[in-house]
């Protein structure tokens, strides 16, 4: 028999979905679509989830969330399953939505029950879940008759600093609804992503709960990855804000690749990004898209603090995408980049 501590490189069984490894994309509100999800997929993520999405647009048969929001890239599944997030707090609308989902051909559903966001906590959804467990059975419960899929939770570990409602919670999700696994976020709502996860939240879950735990929140580099990951007992990583213009992250962990990525490296993702946010969203969306995304990829070419300064204002104020493929071009002229950025001010 082996006793050996599972690798995050092991495959697992996600609700009887075989998962090819224990590193996965968590869901990133605004940012989850499919060629975020590819890109994980691409260096390594066995599984990927979408961003969040309205169960009440998804009912109402909004088309841009029907059309967009919902969208699988044909190549997502080459690298494991593909899970839809969903929030909403009414049961009878995401039974309807969730069966849209599985429609799609979503492997999964995963169930917003953190996000401390006010405009959805108002609504009854997000983290405001956390206090009214009978209707978080509830919305779980019928998300999966609905789909017929297995639905997982994402939590926090409570509303205000302190408080463990959120472990409550995942034990009632669990037992109750059959929630096949809980992914935890061991922060208080309130705080959103300041100070410290709690980790030893997500060590008592993962001894207490009888069903997957996954560790997310705050895993932004290898070895503290994989600190936490053997520390806690979890069961997966789930890998966020640090992997934004940082698919390398993927890799480091399942590949163990150490070297950070090169100029070139960095230019030619950021150039596959912009490609697919043109296929995705048409060039003049994707021009404001990408505005966001930027930042994170400057931060990967390693300038002097002036210089990333000034490239960041230039792409910012890139008035198409053009513009943007002019300076990423002069950049990898190895011209000065102070040069390359006033010739095309």
């Known amino acids: 028999m082996n006793d050996a501590p599972p690798q995050l490189t092991d495959s697992w069984q996600l609700g009887g979905i075989p998962v090819p490894n224990r590193v996965l994309l968590a869901p990133l509100a605004g940012i989850g679509n499919w060629f975020t999800r590819l890109q994980a997929k691409r260096y390594g993520a066995g599984m990927a989830v979408s961003e969040m999405v309205s169960s009440h647009a998804i009912h109402h048969r909004n088309e841009r969330t029907c059309k967009e929001m919902l969208r699988i890239h044909p190549e997502e599944r080459d690298g494991g399953p593909v899970s839809i997030q969903l929030f909403g707090a009414d049961p009878e609308i995401m039974r309807a939505a969730a069966a849209r989902v599985a429609e799609t051909g979503a492997d999964a559903i995963d169930l917003n029950m953190g996000c401390p966001v006010p405009k959805v906590c108002k609504t009854g959804a997000g983290a405001a879940l956390l206090s009214d467990?009978?209707?978080?059975?509830?919305?779980?419960?019928a998300a999966a008759e609905g789909s017929g899929l297995p639905v997982t939770v994402k939590l926090r570990?409570?509303?205000?600093?302190?408080?463990?409602?959120?472990?409550?919670?995942?034990?009632?999700?669990?037992?109750?609804?059959g929630v096949a696994a809980i992914a935890l976020h061991p922060r208080s709502a309130a705080v959103h992503h300041k100070g410290f996860p709690d980790y030893s939240l997500v060590a008592r879950l993962a001894r207490e709960l009888p069903a997957p735990v996954i560790l997310t929140g705050g895993l932004r580099e290898r070895?503290?990855?994989?600190?936490?990951?053997?520390?806690?007992?979890?069961?997966?990583?789930?890998?966020?804000?640090?992997?934004?213009?940082?698919?390398?992250?993927?890799?480091?962990?399942?590949?163990?690749?150490?070297?950070?990525?090169?100029?070139?490296?960095?230019?030619?993702?950021?150039?596959?990004?912009?490609?697919?946010?043109?296929?995705?969203?048409?060039?003049?969306?994707?021009?404001?898209?990408?505005?966001?995304?930027?930042?994170?990829y400057v931060v990967r070419l390693r300038l002097e603090r002036?210089?990333?300064?000034?490239?960041?204002?230039?792409?910012?104020?890139?008035?198409?995408?053009?513009?943007?493929?002019?300076?990423?071009?002069?950049?990898l002229d190895a011209a000065p980049v102070a040069t390359a950025l006033s010739a095309t001010g």
């Not at 467990?133 to 419960?141: E, I, N, S, Y």
């Not at 570990?157 to 919670?169: A, M, Y």
């Not at 910012?316 to 950049?331: H, I, K, M, N, Y």
């Open 306 to 331: 002036h210089v990333a300064k000034a490239l960041q204002e230039s792409l910012q104020s890139a008035p198409c995408l053009d513009a943007v493929q002019t300076l990423l071009d002069r950049l």
């Open 133 to 141: 467990h009978d209707l978080a059975v509830r919305v779980a419960r």
């Open 157 to 177: 570990s409570g509303r205000r600093p302190g408080e463990t409602i959120g472990l409550e919670l995942a034990k009632r999700l669990v037992a109750d609804a």
């Open 223 to 296: 070895e503290g990855i994989l600190a936490a990951f053997r520390g806690t007992g979890a069961a997966a990583v789930m890998l966020a804000r640090g992997s934004l213009g940082n698919p390398w992250l993927f890799s480091s962990l399942i590949e163990d690749r150490t070297q950070p990525p090169s100029t070139d490296e960095v230019v030619a993702e950021l150039r596959w990004t912009i490609a697919r946010a043109s296929e995705h969203l048409g060039r003049e969306r994707a021009t404001r898209w990408l505005r966001k995304a930027y930042p994170w």
